[in-house]
């Protein structure tokens, strides 16, 4: 079963997974690879279409990114975006010059005459510059279809080689039309159908993991969060002898650990196997204060856990492993300093006794793994969950993790949780949790000292986590949260909101 796939080439720019999520937007199924991809790797994909992306180099750059030339005769439709623009315009014999840099909104003039990207759209709308390089000489049997003030050839397009060129970022938000260009490209100039989405999606992956796991065994370490609860719930529709274990380390939200268990077990009629590990966690953290060091044991101590467990199991044929289609983006990329040692499932193959690992959602963005969890029934508390991180409220309490502290941490951010739900701002506000610091001060309540805790109230706005800004939550919400927390939650006597964006601070407090 061959998905009609659009392939983006990759030559560096940093709107790249822009492109990406336009066109799996519009129903189309898409992959971003390196410009370097060898041609018989490109006709292997069988794409219906090619686009390349922008980049930061100059064509006149001596080690400027080329794809091979073969890609040219392809007879596929390909869509150039401002470098890959000006890549196009060079090869088949245009001048590209040297110009002044242009950044932001400039207004898109349509030329007259017949044009593929331009099709249905005004006569003028606002797009979106990032340039320095622009394309003065149009190579032979182009046609130009829009212009600026400053770039005479903005558009242009040859329909015999199905070649179609912008020098702006359709894929940006500020594009007006941005949408529309790349929905001409993929409908009007690939003519495919759009059929990507999650229903479809489903059914093909269900077939699929049919015949490949049949009556095997496979094993899947649930933990709560979207992607593996997605990646269990499709595996389990396909074949009978899926086995989930979720570790319950304690560390968890209010009332988290009994909704996996009543959504998976419950609802969804998985094989789950609950380890409750609360008090060896609790031992193994006592006295542990600095953050890697309680990062590491609850690492460890995880993996040791799901061990033992996966001895009892024995021999699985199959390990789950809920990668997404960014983390592959990813990974290979990194290689900058620990700032943090994350505990996730990652290093869990190397514990389990397996001969081969699924990853189902390896080509879904974020959206479309939570698209893909509410086709599959599964309620919003899972599919919209925000991130919670592996080692959960053991770096949520400064210091030392205590049964006492794990208590009033969790009251405090139900009551947190259940305001900005109640003000609206629970889809907005990227990430929104309290942490409890190891500062006690003074208070009065009626007519008594006090000396409790602060808790301190963090909510970020973000796409990704890797940067992020402190949310405007507005103050009447703050003041309410702040008042009922006092109010409801003992040993807590001030409450402060946490101003910092990242960086130079980081979205979790250790
Ligand atoms: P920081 O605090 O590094 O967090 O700015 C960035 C994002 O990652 C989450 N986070 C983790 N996720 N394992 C995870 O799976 C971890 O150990 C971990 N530590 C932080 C954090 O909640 C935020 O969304």
Same mark, same amino acid.
């Given at each position: 079963m061959q998905r009609e796939t659009v392939l983006i080439l990759d030559f560096? =720019? +940093?709107f790249n997974q822009l492109i990406a999520r336009r066109v799996r937007e519009l129903g189309v199924y898409c992959e971003l690879i390196p410009f370097s991809t060898p041609i018989e790797k490109i006709k292997a994909y069988e794409p219906k279409g090619i686009i390349f992306s922008g980049g930061p180099? =100059?064509?006149? %750059? %001596?080690d400027s990114p080329r794809p091979d030339d073969g890609i040219y005769s392809l007879g596929v439709p390909i869509f150039g975006i401002c470098y890959g623009c000006q890549l196009i315009a060079q090869r088949f014999g245009g001048q590209v010059f040297r110009g002044e840099s242009e950044y932001g909104k400039c207004t898109l003039n349509r030329r007259d005459g017949k044009t593929v990207l331009f099709?249905?759209? #005004?006569q003028e709308s606002i797009c979106w510059m990032s340039h320095s390089d622009y394309v003065r000489d149009l190579p032979d049997d182009f046609r130009v279809t829009a212009s600026t003030d400053n770039v005479p050839n903005v558009g242009f397009e040859d329909d015999k080689r199905k070649i179609y060129c912008v020098q702006? *970022? #359709?894929? /940006? !938000? *500020?594009? %007006?039309k941005g949408k529309d260009i790349i929905s001409n490209f993929l409908f009007? !100039?690939?003519?495919?159908?759009?059929?990507?989405n999650m229903a479809n999606f489903a059914a093909e992956q269900i077939e699929l993991l049919r015949e490949k796991i049949g009556d095997k065994k496979v094993l899947c370490a649930l933990s709560g969060g979207v992607d593996s609860a997605v990646a269990a719930t499709l595996i389990h529709r396909a074949c009978p002898n899926l086995i989930c274990v979720f570790v319950d380390?304690?560390?968890?939200?209010?009332n988290e650990a009994e909704e996996v268990v009543r959504v998976f !077990?419950? %609802? +969804?009629k998985m094989n789950l196997i609950k380890v409750d590990a609360q008090d060896e966690f609790l031992d193994a953290l006592k006295g542990a204060c600095e953050p890697e060091k309680k990062r590491k044991i609850i690492g460890s101590h995880f993996i040791k856990v799901f061990e033992r467990e996966a001895k009892k199991i024995g021999k699985v044929d199959f390990l789950v492993q809920g990668t997404i289609y960014p983390d592959r983006i990813e990974s290979g990329l990194n290689g900058s300093a620990t700032i943090k040692s994350h505990h996730n499932v990652g290093g869990l193959p190397s514990v389990v006794d397996f001969k081969e690992i699924i990853? #189902?959602?390896?080509?879904?963005?974020k959206d479309e793994v939570r698209a893909l969890g509410f086709t599959l029934g599964l309620p919003e508390s899972i599919v919209m969950r925000q991130p919670f991180p592996g080692p959960g409220l053991g770096i949520r309490i400064m210091g030392e993790v205590t049964r006492e502290k794990l208590e009033i941490l969790r009251e405090a951010d139900c009551i947190y949780r259940e305001e900005i739900a109640k003000a609206g701002l629970d889809k907005s506000v990227w990430q929104y949790f309290a942490v409890l610091t190891s500062t006690q001060t003074v208070g009065v309540m009626g007519d008594y000292r006090t000396y409790d805790y602060t808790l301190a109230l963090r909510g970020v706005t973000s796409v990704d986590g890797m940067t992020a800004d402190w949310a405007r939550i507005p103050y009447e919400v703050l003041d309410i949260v702040s008042r009922r927390i006092v109010n409801e /939650?003992? =040993? /807590?006597?001030r409450v402060v909101y946490d101003i910092t964006s990242k960086p130079p601070a980081t979205i979790e407090w250790e």
């Amino acid at each position: 079963m061959q998905r009609e796939t659009v392939l983006i080439l990759d030559f560096g =720019s +940093q709107f790249n997974q822009l492109i990406a999520r336009r066109v799996r937007e519009l129903g189309v199924y898409c992959e971003l690879i390196p410009f370097s991809t060898p041609i018989e790797k490109i006709k292997a994909y069988e794409p219906k279409g090619i686009i390349f992306s922008g980049g930061p180099k =100059s064509v006149y %750059e %001596e080690d400027s990114p080329r794809p091979d030339d073969g890609i040219y005769s392809l007879g596929v439709p390909i869509f150039g975006i401002c470098y890959g623009c000006q890549l196009i315009a060079q090869r088949f014999g245009g001048q590209v010059f040297r110009g002044e840099s242009e950044y932001g909104k400039c207004t898109l003039n349509r030329r007259d005459g017949k044009t593929v990207l331009f099709d249905g759209l #005004p006569q003028e709308s606002i797009c979106w510059m990032s340039h320095s390089d622009y394309v003065r000489d149009l190579p032979d049997d182009f046609r130009v279809t829009a212009s600026t003030d400053n770039v005479p050839n903005v558009g242009f397009e040859d329909d015999k080689r199905k070649i179609y060129c912008v020098q702006f *970022h #359709p894929e /940006v !938000a *500020h594009t %007006e039309k941005g949408k529309d260009i790349i929905s001409n490209f993929l409908f009007k !100039a690939c003519r495919l159908k759009g059929d990507w989405n999650m229903a479809n999606f489903a059914a093909e992956q269900i077939e699929l993991l049919r015949e490949k796991i049949g009556d095997k065994k496979v094993l899947c370490a649930l933990s709560g969060g979207v992607d593996s609860a997605v990646a269990a719930t499709l595996i389990h529709r396909a074949c009978p002898n899926l086995i989930c274990v979720f570790v319950d380390h304690g560390l968890l939200r209010k009332n988290e650990a009994e909704e996996v268990v009543r959504v998976f !077990a419950g %609802e +969804q009629k998985m094989n789950l196997i609950k380890v409750d590990a609360q008090d060896e966690f609790l031992d193994a953290l006592k006295g542990a204060c600095e953050p890697e060091k309680k990062r590491k044991i609850i690492g460890s101590h995880f993996i040791k856990v799901f061990e033992r467990e996966a001895k009892k199991i024995g021999k699985v044929d199959f390990l789950v492993q809920g990668t997404i289609y960014p983390d592959r983006i990813e990974s290979g990329l990194n290689g900058s300093a620990t700032i943090k040692s994350h505990h996730n499932v990652g290093g869990l193959p190397s514990v389990v006794d397996f001969k081969e690992i699924i990853e #189902p959602l390896r080509d879904l963005f974020k959206d479309e793994v939570r698209a893909l969890g509410f086709t599959l029934g599964l309620p919003e508390s899972i599919v919209m969950r925000q991130p919670f991180p592996g080692p959960g409220l053991g770096i949520r309490i400064m210091g030392e993790v205590t049964r006492e502290k794990l208590e009033i941490l969790r009251e405090a951010d139900c009551i947190y949780r259940e305001e900005i739900a109640k003000a609206g701002l629970d889809k907005s506000v990227w990430q929104y949790f309290a942490v409890l610091t190891s500062t006690q001060t003074v208070g009065v309540m009626g007519d008594y000292r006090t000396y409790d805790y602060t808790l301190a109230l963090r909510g970020v706005t973000s796409v990704d986590g890797m940067t992020a800004d402190w949310a405007r939550i507005p103050y009447e919400v703050l003041d309410i949260v702040s008042r009922r927390i006092v109010n409801e /939650v003992k =040993s /807590v006597n001030r409450v402060v909101y946490d101003i910092t964006s990242k960086p130079p601070a980081t979205i979790e407090w250790e």
